[in-house]
């Protein structure tokens, strides 16, 4: 039997963030306001839809460039990202002597485009309809049709390139094949499942001249031999699960973030709703712009920069991840030290190198760091809802850095993965900055 069960506190999750997706016209700087509940009901959207954490990216990414487009008119400091990002046309202009609201338009573009990207579609359509209806019975009507019309015209040219990156195509490309290499990967508990997204190389980057770019000159290589690197590595990884303290059990399950937990109970088997890591990271850039009551414009630039740095982010891990093929550690220590060996989180299905997570949250970190400063404390409270308790961190780097080494502490990742995963993460951060940001964008 086969079901999905979000659970007693998932479903709370669930009705924290749809809470937020109302709009408020009273509240205080509604705007940004605003665009933080479409992030928070979008992620919970995902959430709910069971998208793997990849695509979950890509879902976070076209509506808040569609926001971004509009909203940007209001501040002659933030610049098109027509140009830039690899295949972006022009945005359609405000037709002349034709007033609108850029605020009104952003809100309308982004529920149409995170409309055309999710399963539950009624959500943002739910919400776009309220949102509209509550505007024409307070604002002026004619500039809320207008505003309307051109925030759709934005959403159609976001949504026709969005379906130009080779997403339709990556579905029907063949499942990934198994190599009788040795060290190479093969499915793991609880469930064995495929390996996800082996073509996610092939999607259309935001920013990057190739998935490869890049690519680690240090690689983790297998070896059996007990002096190599890798040997030394999986024992360290075996001793660190089999010696875990309080604080590193802490941390393991708070960076989980898998947002597929497969439990099986007898012949019972189900999969648990949570958030994924770029949702988590999402969330993070949202907390940091209500502490610190950024205006709408510059929580747009927030949102946009930092979902670009993780969709570009998972297309480098992914192209490494199926390159290089490399076994979990579940796998290797199962066959080679101890058959009863667990790892204390469960193994995502897909190769080991590099780390996911750690390569798209030092990405985010590092465009966050930029935005926010090198030293911006905050307390994290995304898990709260999944039962965890907020976590402070003294930085955003300090927060990837404890990201990357929770998964050695779960099991899942080499410590040698962990730090190389950093790196990358961080260069493609800085790549995208380069590309997108300007010092004079953020004060």
Known sequence: MNTI???????????????????????QDSKAATLHQLNSLLVNTVMVDFFTPPVAARIYCYPNI??????????????????????????????KNQKIDNFIAACVAYSYVGQNLVGSEYKLEDWRKAFVDSLL????????????????????????????????????????????KPGT???????????????????????????SQFSPKEKLVYSNK???????????????????????????????????????????????????PGGHWLMITKQACEERNQSVTRSSQAYTLTSI???DAFICSWDEKFKTNLIRPITVINDFVDKNWQPYIQTPPFPEFTSGHAVISNSASTVLTTLF?????????????????????????????????????????YPATARISIAQGREVGKHVLQTLYTAAAVK
């Open 185 to 211: 990967w093969l499915p793991t508990p609880a469930d064995y499942a495929p390996a996800i997204e082996p073509h996610w190389n092939t999607i259309r980057p935001m920013t990057l001249k190739s998935p």
């Open 66 to 95: 569609a926001f971004y487009e509009c909203i940007r008119q209001e501040d002659k400091t933030l610049f098109s990202l027509s140009g830039k990002l690899t295949g972006l046309g022009a945005i359609p202009v405000v037709p």
């Open 137 to 180: 019975l307070n604002a002026d009507k004619e500039i809320t049709q207008n505003s309307v019309i051109y925030g759709r015209s934005v959403a159609d040219i976001i949504i026709n390139w969005s379906k130009q990156d080779n997403y339709s195509q990556s579905r029907g490309m063949p499942r990934f094949s198994l190599s009788d």
């Open 373 to 413: 400063g090198d030293n911006y404390e905050f307390t994290d409270r995304t898990e709260v809802p999944f039962g965890n308790d907020a976590r402070h961190f003294k930085s955003f780097y300090k927060a990837s850095e404890e990201v990357s080494w929770s998964r050695v502490y779960g099991g899942i990742h």
């Open 309 to 311: 740095a993780l969709f």
């Open 226 to 276: 007990k002096n190599s690197e890798f040997y030394k590595n999986m024992m360290e990884v075996y001793e660190t699960v089999n010696n875990l303290d309080t604080t590193r059990k802490l941390i393991a399950h708070y960076w989980d973030d898998n947002p597929n937990v497969a439990v099986n109970i007898g012949h019972l088997s189900y999969f648990i709703h949570k958030i994924s």
């Open 5 to 27: 069960l979000p659970g007693k506190k998932y479903f709370l999750l669930a009705f924290i963030f749809l809470s937020l997706g109302v709009f408020n016209a009273n509240a």
